[in-house]
């Protein structure tokens, strides 16, 4: 009981002391005990009930009236022995201080105050732990010194004087403080007690949860910061800081001190740059996917143009077209390869069995000369890396280990070890996947970007022999539509049925891709090269099949629609005796009539805006060899009758020269006359003497050696005349006759215009000659190509032979020969050389190693002709070393 009653804690207890101190003083018992006037006095000494009621009302008296007469009984009211109940003993002696004490009611200051009856139950017990205890004074003085006089002024009226009313007053204040600060404090804990159950239930679903957790506390801290600094919040958390319990506070203190707060920064989560900003984002005019972004910085950079914000997309294609500018050529604007198709297409082609490599079928093995290839050595530095200059590269041999010195990572000559390297990639390092056309059948697209002249793909497939392929084409390719015939090095032929996937490349007008020879490791072999313009991905793949005509019959609409079509896959006029003006009207003629016999006979709409564009082409065509023709023809007439013409005019001169000549005399008035004459000549005479020598050579014979006996009697100065007169007539003619070479010199077609028609000079020239020839020649070069030269099969025969093994065959059926001509060529090929063309298969020695020169495929012409199929060879091999020259690849379908 001691124990509890020194505890501070205990409201009751303190009330106890307080009247425990009052009792102890026997001089205020004794006034108390009098001044009650319902006070019962004990009925006997055992009456313990009325003593202890007695007791209890003056505790309850007192309890009553507080400290007023508490004051008066210290004042010095003297208690009477005999109504001090405290003071009296029990019966044994000993007055129960436990018991009376039981009795003694407690007072609750806050339900006293009016405060507690609001206070939540929740906040009682904390609000219990921190009422104060002890005496008045005390507890004032406390407060006086941990609180601010200031504030407490504000918080406890300043006219209350009474102590007991002004602890009151003092602890409801406080009561009322500590509900706010509290309040406060309890709301943050409680957000941080969300945040951090946010923040674990975060750590529990993802596993980088412990650091979104220390995002979140840390988030609670800068709140709590953030709360700390504003100041009505700060003045309540600091006054609920320092009124916490010690022990709670050391707690804190060291917790505190054991989890340092972590100062981190809240980290933003990136975002993508793209997703906000657009696909094209950045991207200039000039940009090229083919180049590296820094070179195209560089590009960018060097290019100053401004950029017209107003109108930017799709690609500056609305500029375009808006302003039509005509020093650019755009290329018209393509979707990425990768957002139209993102994933290869797989077609499936019916009868094709891919093959990688070339491989020999039957006796194209033991025929193969392979030592009759040719080599080739390069002697490029390693900072040149087998460049343009690179021997090897001109000659279209890949360098190896053979034949180059560099290692293949210097090297840049070794395309075919590239493209093997690439092969083993994916689909997109092949780079090339079958497409479908539509109009055309399959073809090849370029999934990828390939760089100017970079290799893309080799023309592999069996490789067979002349007879072998004309075996296959009578028997197993009968039926078919298309053949992948190309004929290609020492008189074989590949046929890529079984190949790979370039032999489903289309041909077009304008290709962007070139089919050549290279040499690598001693073998000739076959690749598609990108043109200069390099490749974009999407791209359709093209070369120049360049068919060139076998059979008239042999026709085929070309689809590239090119700006630059020449309209058919088909036959040009066979070489003849006859001349070209007259072979290029036959030709066209003969095109014309079979291609709208043609044309009357498909199915095909006449209307079709291809064959409209065909026909004007044609008869366009026809209209300039006609042209032609009638120029060639008028200039030869004209050149013969001016022949003629001058033949008659010598001829007249020299017959009234030897006129003259026989009719004159020795008269002396006429040799008078040719004194004088003879003195007027004189100077003629010398100013022309070198003419004179020319005359004298020029001249006609029967001029310079008259007749024997008509000069007879005639002394020299009388031939000297004569002569000076003939040569200057002859003088005369020859003025006229340059004044006539000039003109026709400068003018070769002036046959047909009206001046030379004026023009009634007989004389015919040499100019005349080359004017009418030039004409001619003139057409010749609208025939682009040479005229191919067969393999060794003859059109007839073939034919024939096929006519004669099948036929039952369809009465339509064409026979088709295209041979591929490329006049571009491979980078570091040379412009001009000595060229030499090849028939047939095989490879020619270069004469000389520095001698630049261009493999080309040879084409193969393949025939089907009305009554069954064959094989007919056409061009060559145009060979390293050999010069340039057009690259003949042929590959025959129907
Ligand atoms: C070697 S194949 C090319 C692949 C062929 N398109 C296919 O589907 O197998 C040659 C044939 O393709 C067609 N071809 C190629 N280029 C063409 C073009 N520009 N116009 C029309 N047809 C073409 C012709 O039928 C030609 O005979």
Same mark, same amino acid.
């Given at each position: 009981?001691?124990?509890?009653?020194?505890?501070?804690?205990? !409201?009751?207890?303190?009330?106890?002391?307080?009247?425990?101190?009052?009792?102890?003083?026997?001089?205020?018992?004794?006034?108390?005990?009098?001044?009650?006037?319902?006070?019962?006095?004990?009925?006997?000494?055992?009456?313990?009930?009325?003593?202890?009621?007695?007791?209890?009302?003056?505790?309850?008296?007192?309890?009553?009236?507080?400290?007023?007469?508490?004051?008066?009984?210290?004042?010095? &009211?003297?208690?009477?022995?005999?109504? @001090?109940?405290?003071?009296?003993?029990?019966?044994? $002696?000993?007055?129960?201080?436990?018991?009376?004490?039981?009795?003694?009611?407690?007072?609750?200051?806050?339900?006293?105050?009016?405060?507690?009856?609001?206070?939540?139950?929740?906040?009682?017990?904390?609000?219990?732990?921190?009422?104060?205890?002890?005496?008045?004074?005390?507890?004032?003085?406390?407060?006086?010194?941990?609180?601010?006089?200031?504030?407490?002024?504000?918080?406890?009226?300043?006219?209350?004087?009474?102590?007991?009313?002004?602890?009151?007053?003092?602890?409801?204040?406080?009561?009322?403080?500590?509900?706010?600060?509290?309040?406060?404090?309890?709301?943050?804990?409680?957000?941080?007690?969300?945040?951090?159950?946010?923040?674990?239930?975060?750590?529990?679903?993802?596993?980088?949860?412990?650091?979104? +957790?220390?995002? *979140?506390?840390?988030?609670?801290?800068?709140? +709590?910061?953030?709360?700390?600094?504003?100041?009505?919040?700060?003045?309540?958390?600091?006054?609920?800081?320092?009124?916490?319990?010690?022990?709670?506070?050391?707690?804190?203190?060291?917790?505190?001190?054991?989890?340092?707060?972590?100062?981190?920064?809240?980290?933003?989560?990136?975002?993508?740059?793209?997703?906000?900003?657009?696909?094209?984002?950045?991207?200039?005019?000039?940009?090229?996917?083919?180049?590296?972004?820094?070179?195209?910085?560089?590009?960018?950079?060097?290019?100053?143009?401004?950029?017209?914000?107003?109108?930017?997309?799709?690609?500056?294609?609305?500029?375009?077209?808006?302003?039509?500018?005509?020093?650019?050529?755009?290329?018209?604007? =393509?979707?990425?390869?990768?957002?139209?198709?993102?994933?290869?297409?797989?077609?499936?082609? %019916? $009868?094709?069995?891919?093959?990688?490599?070339?491989?020999?079928? $039957?006796?194209?093995?033991?025929?193969?000369?392979?030592?009759?290839?040719?080599?080739?050595?390069?002697?490029?530095?390693?900072?040149?890396?087998?460049?343009?200059?690179?021997?090897?590269?001109?000659?279209?041999?890949?360098?190896?280990?053979?034949?180059?010195?560099?290692?293949?990572?210097?090297?840049?000559?070794?395309?075919?070890?590239?493209?093997?390297?690439?092969?083993?990639?994916? *689909?997109?390092?092949?780079?090339?996947?079958?497409?479908?056309?539509?109009?055309?059948?399959?073809?090849?697209?370029?999934?990828?970007?390939?760089?100017?002249?970079?290799?893309?793909?080799?023309?592999?497939?069996?490789?067979?022999?002349?007879?072998?392929?004309?075996?296959?084409?009578?028997?197993?390719?009968? =039926?078919?539509?298309?053949?992948?015939?190309?004929?290609?090095?020492?008189?074989?032929?590949?046929?890529?049925?079984?190949? !790979?996937?370039?032999?489903?490349?289309?041909?077009?007008?304008?290709?962007?891709?070139?089919?050549?020879?290279?040499?690598?490791?001693?073998?000739?072999?076959?690749?598609?090269?990108?043109?200069?313009?390099?490749?974009?991905?999407?791209?359709?793949? /093209?070369?120049?099949?360049?068919?060139?005509?076998?059979?008239?019959?042999?026709?085929?609409?070309?689809?590239?629609?090119?700006?630059?079509?020449?309209?058919?896959?088909?036959?040009?006029?066979?070489?003849?005796?006859?001349?070209?003006?007259?072979?290029?009207?036959? $030709?066209?003629?003969?095109?014309?009539?079979?291609?709208?016999?043609?044309?009357?006979?498909?199915?095909?709409?006449?209307?079709?805006?291809?064959?409209?564009?065909?026909?004007?082409?044609?008869?366009?065509?026809?209209?300039?060899?006609?042209?032609?023709?009638?120029?060639?023809?008028?200039?030869?007439?004209?050149?013969?009758?001016?022949?003629?013409?001058?033949?008659?005019?010598?001829?007249?001169?020299?017959?009234? &020269?030897?006129?003259?000549? &026989?009719?004159?005399?020795?008269?002396?008035?006429?040799?008078?006359?040719?004194?004088?004459?003879?003195?007027?000549?004189?100077?003629?005479?010398?100013?022309?003497?070198?003419?004179?020598?020319?005359?004298?050579?020029?001249?006609?014979?029967?001029?310079?050696?008259?007749?024997? *006996?008509?000069?007879?009697?005639?002394?020299? @100065?009388?031939?000297?005349?004569?002569?000076?007169?003939?040569?200057?007539?002859?003088?005369?003619?020859?003025?006229?006759?340059?004044?006539?070479?000039?003109?026709?010199?400068?003018?070769?077609?002036?046959?047909?215009?009206?001046? %030379?028609?004026?023009?009634?000079?007989?004389?015919?020239?040499?100019?005349?000659?080359?004017?009418?020839?030039?004409?001619?020649? /003139?057409?010749?070069?609208?025939?682009?190509?040479?005229?191919?030269?067969?393999?060794?099969?003859?059109?007839?025969?073939?034919?024939?032979?096929?006519?004669?093994?099948?036929?039952?065959?369809?009465?339509?059926?064409?026979?088709?020969?295209?041979? &591929? /001509?490329?006049?571009?060529?491979?980078?570091?090929?040379?412009?001009?050389?000595?060229?030499?063309? =090849?028939?047939?298969?095989?490879?020619?020695?270069?004469?000389?190693?520095?001698?630049?020169? @261009?493999?080309?495929?040879?084409?193969?012409?393949?025939?089907?002709?009305?009554?069954?199929?064959? +094989?007919?060879? !056409?061009? *060559?091999?145009?060979?390293?070393?050999?010069?340039?020259?057009?690259?003949?690849?042929?590959?025959?379908?129907?």
């Amino acid at each position: 009981m001691a124990g509890r009653d020194a505890s501070p804690t205990s !409201t009751s207890s303190t009330m106890s002391n307080i009247v425990v101190q009052a009792a102890k003083q026997g001089e205020s018992r004794s006034s108390i005990s009098a001044s009650p006037p319902h006070s019962t006095p004990p009925t006997s000494l055992g009456d313990e009930a009325s003593v202890r009621s007695d007791v209890a009302k003056t505790e309850s008296l007192l309890e009553t009236f507080g400290d007023s007469s508490a004051s008066q009984t210290h004042s010095g &009211a003297q208690p009477t022995s005999q109504t @001090t109940p405290a003071d009296t003993p029990n019966s044994d $002696g000993r007055r129960s201080i436990r018991r009376s004490r039981a009795s003694v009611p407690t007072y609750n200051v806050q339900i006293l105050a009016g405060t507690a009856i609001h206070t939540p139950t929740k906040y009682l017990e904390k609000h219990h732990k921190n009422v104060l205890h002890g005496r008045i004074e005390h507890v004032i003085n406390t407060n006086s010194e941990t609180s601010p006089r200031k504030r407490r002024s504000k918080l406890v009226p300043e006219d209350i004087d009474d102590p007991v009313e002004l602890q009151l007053a003092t602890e409801a204040a406080q009561a009322a403080q500590r509900r706010k600060s509290s309040r406060a404090l309890d709301l943050r804990k409680e957000a941080l007690r969300n945040l951090t159950a946010v923040g674990e239930v975060a750590s529990s679903v993802a596993q980088k949860g412990q650091e979104l +957790l220390l995002g *979140g506390k840390n988030k609670v801290q800068h709140a +709590l910061r953030a709360t700390r600094s504003e100041p009505s919040l700060a003045q309540s958390l600091a006054e609920a800081s320092s009124k916490r319990p010690r022990a709670s506070r050391a707690a804190a203190s060291d917790s505190e001190e054991e989890e340092p707060e972590p100062e981190q920064d809240y980290v933003k989560p990136k975002t993508k740059k793209w997703l906000q900003q657009g696909l094209y984002v950045g991207q200039h005019r000039d940009f090229d996917a083919r180049l590296s972004e820094s070179q195209n910085r560089i590009r960018k950079k060097s290019n100053k143009a401004t950029e017209n914000r107003v109108l930017p997309l799709p690609m500056f294609a609305g500029e375009r077209l808006l302003k039509g500018d005509p020093r650019r050529e755009y290329r018209n604007f =393509k979707l990425p390869f990768d957002t139209y198709n993102p994933l290869p297409r797989k077609i499936k082609v %019916d $009868g094709w069995v891919k093959l990688h490599k070339n491989r020999f079928i $039957g006796e194209a093995s033991a025929l193969w000369k392979r030592d009759k290839q040719d080599s080739s050595s390069c002697y490029c530095l390693p900072e040149d890396g087998c460049g343009e200059a690179c021997h090897n590269r001109i000659m279209a041999y890949e360098c190896d280990s053979t034949n180059c010195r560099l290692t293949p990572e210097q090297c840049g000559n070794r395309p075919f070890a590239q493209l093997k390297k690439r092969a083993k990639g994916n *689909g997109y390092d092949y780079g090339v996947e079958v497409t479908e056309t539509g109009d055309r059948g399959y073809g090849v697209r370029a999934m990828r970007c390939f760089d100017p002249y970079q290799i893309i793909v080799e023309y592999a497939g069996e490789i067979i022999t002349q007879t072998e392929c004309e075996d296959r084409m009578k028997k197993v390719y009968k =039926k078919d539509k298309c053949y992948y015939l190309m004929s290609f090095d020492n008189k074989m032929i590949i046929d890529a049925t079984r190949g !790979t996937i370039a032999r489903f490349v289309n041909h077009s007008c304008e290709p962007n891709c070139e089919m050549i020879k290279w040499t690598v490791g001693n073998e000739p072999r076959m690749a598609l090269f990108a043109g200069s313009r390099g490749i974009v991905t999407g791209e359709e793949l /093209t070369y120049d099949y360049n068919f060139d005509p076998f059979s008239s019959t042999n026709i085929q609409e070309c689809r590239c629609g090119t700006r630059s079509c020449r309209g058919v896959l088909g036959p040009k006029p066979k070489h003849q005796s006859q001349n070209l003006a007259t072979s290029l009207l036959a $030709g066209t003629k003969r095109k014309i009539q079979e291609v709208f016999g043609t044309m009357k006979g498909s199915e095909s709409p006449h209307n079709s805006p291809k064959k409209r564009k065909f026909e004007s082409v044609a008869s366009s065509t026809l209209t300039k060899a006609q042209n032609a023709i009638a120029e060639a023809s008028a200039a030869r007439e004209k050149a013969e009758k001016d022949a003629a013409d001058l033949a008659a005019q010598i001829a007249s001169r020299e017959h009234r &020269a030897l006129r003259r000549s &026989a009719s004159m005399t020795l008269s002396s008035r006429r040799s008078k006359i040719l004194r004088k004459a003879t003195r007027h000549s004189l100077p003629v005479l010398k100013a022309s003497r070198k003419t004179t020598v020319n005359v004298k050579h020029r001249t006609p014979k029967p001029i310079v050696n008259p007749r024997s *006996g008509a000069l007879r009697g005639v002394d020299k @100065t009388s031939r000297l005349a004569k002569m000076v007169k003939r040569n200057a007539q002859a003088l005369k003619a020859r003025k006229s006759l340059s004044a006539r070479r000039t003109k026709v010199q400068r003018t070769p077609n002036r046959a047909h215009t009206a001046s %030379d028609s004026e023009d009634s000079s007989p004389n015919i020239t040499p100019a005349s000659l080359r004017s009418a020839a030039r004409a001619a020649s /003139t057409k010749k070069l609208t025939q682009s190509k040479l005229p191919f030269k067969p393999l060794g099969l003859s059109a007839d025969s073939i034919d024939s032979d096929t006519n004669s093994e099948a036929p039952d065959s369809d009465a339509d059926c064409v026979e088709e020969e295209m041979v &591929a /001509t490329s006049p571009k060529r491979g980078r570091g090929r040379p412009k001009a050389t000595a060229s030499i063309r =090849k028939r047939g298969a095989g490879v020619k020695k270069s004469s000389s190693g520095s001698t630049r020169g @261009t493999n080309r495929a040879l084409g193969v012409g393949v025939v089907k002709t009305g009554a069954g199929l064959g +094989l007919r060879g !056409t061009g *060559g091999v145009r060979e390293g070393g050999s010069g340039s020259g057009p690259i003949r690849a042929t590959a025959g379908h129907e």
